[in-house]
């Protein structure tokens, strides 16, 4: 069980286009779902929290217009990355919370990034 | 604010030798901390957690201390092997909305 699983590993696309990762929690269900950036050899930064059927809410200094974040579900979250350019080139990993227990995290695979 | 310590930075250890990488938090009122442990390019795994009306959590050859008063938590990794090389990361459960604030990292090798 606990299974999250992220879509897709990998993109690779032109600057100014937009690009849309998905994040599922396949055999648990999830109000509340996470996403994390996270550049070569360093830690996770947290992005934004992501809840069922409200607004995420950003971490400080993560532009909202920019990373747009969609949770119509509770087994489902999208994130966008509008207009890319090349320094948003990086791994995007998610994680969802149970929304029963104790709330353990789970993380899915990770997507790269990168924006020619 | 929030903010999750982590030392050292990278650790290298022979194989069978132990390893010990500690981690302090600034929020008292954080009661949950996981430890992750990465390898290159992949999901970061949940190996071990502990909570904090508990001080010792033990499981096979890993285990977690914790001492809320000096809002400290270390993991001790027992009789090391090659394939426990990775990045280990610890974290602590912020109370507001339940996110969790990651450390640095430590890069763990365990050499033959």
């Known amino acids: 069980g606990a299974v999250v699983s992220q879509h897709p590993s990998r993109v690779i696309c032109k600057s100014g286009t937009s690009v849309k990762i998905e994040c599922r929690s396949l055999?648990?269900?999830?109000?509340?779902m996470f996403w994390y950036r996270q550049f070569p050899k360093k830690s996770l930064m947290l992005m934004a929290t992501?809840?069922?059927?409200?607004?995420?809410?950003?971490e400080q200094g993560v532009e909202k217009d920019k990373f747009l974040i969609n949770h119509a579900s509770l087994t489902l979250s999208t994130l966008t990355v509008t207009s890319a350019h090349p320094e948003d080139s990086s791994f995007y990993i998610c994680?969802?919370?149970?929304?029963?227990?104790?709330?353990?995290?789970?993380f899915g695979p990770g997507t790269r990034l990168t924006v020619l | 604010g929030e903010n999750v310590e982590q030392h050292p930075s990278t650790l290298s250890v022979q194989e069978g030798d132990s390893a010990v990488i500690k981690c302090t938090y600034s929020d008292s009122a954080s009661n949950y901390f996981p430890w992750y442990k990465q390898e290159l390019g992949k999901r970061p795994q949940l190996i071990i957690d502990?909570?904090?009306?508990?001080g010792e959590k033990k499981d096979q050859r890993i285990a977690v201390t914790l001492n809320k008063t000096a809002k400290h938590f270390s993991l001790h990794i027992t009789e090391t092997q090659p394939e426990d090389s990775a990045v280990y990361f610890c974290a602590a459960r912020y109370r507001q909305g339940g996110k969790l604030i990651f450390g640095q990292g430590t890069e763990l090798s365990v050499k033959p």
């Open positions: 502990i909570r904090s009306n508990v």
């Open positions: 055999d648990f269900q999830a109000t509340t």
């Open positions: 994680s969802a919370r149970r929304s029963q227990g104790f709330n353990e995290q789970f």
């Open positions: 992501s809840n069922e059927g409200s607004k995420a809410t950003y």
